[in-house]
């Protein structure tokens, strides 16, 4: 934690033309902006002030960058962004609109994609579960009944959160 409060303050110290902005080569709605040989930002923006959705350890190489549970460090008040998102629009997102005619009168997971389902009536493992929503007896997820998933992970052995691209649009809107 005290990592990405050092980087909060960094974001507003280090002279902006000298941060090293890229899009992640391995998840294209990310991007890293290495702001100094000791603070790598990953975010959902371009823009390196905004937030982050974690750090990274050590020195990094843009051509062999691979994130990892091993190099990355969480942001916790991204998560909440990230959950606020999910409650106000998971409902209207096509995908899982597709998703819930299968669990009719049931809660039904919402991956974050890192992993893709190989199966129609396959769950995602708990640590690629966003939270849960509840769909009613048409098929049609209930507005306003999302629970967050505490037991969540941006980055593990799976890759780093990749989100539908309306999520994306709806969190980028959040950040």
Known sequence: MQRLQ????????????????????????????????????????????????????????????LISPDNFIENKDFLNVLHKTYSDHAHKDQAYIYDALNYANNHMALSDYKKILKYMDERP???????????????????????????YTLCNIDGIIKLSDFMAEKLQENL
Not at 7 to 33: E, G, M, P, W
């Open 6 to 65: 050092k980087i909060s303050r960094a974001a507003f110290s280090v002279n902006r033309s000298l941060v090293n902005t890229f899009k992640y080569a391995k998840q294209d709605q990310l991007y890293v902006h290495q702001l100094n040989n000791e603070i790598t930002k990953v975010s959902f923006s371009e823009d390196p002030d905004k937030l982050a959705i974690g750090a990274l350890k050590g020195l990094i190489n843009e051509k062999d960058l």
């Open 125 to 151: 493992e708990t640590q690629n579960t966003v939270g849960y929503v509840l769909v009613d007896n048409k098929g049609a997820i209930v507005p306003d009944s999302y629970e967050q998933n505490d037991t």
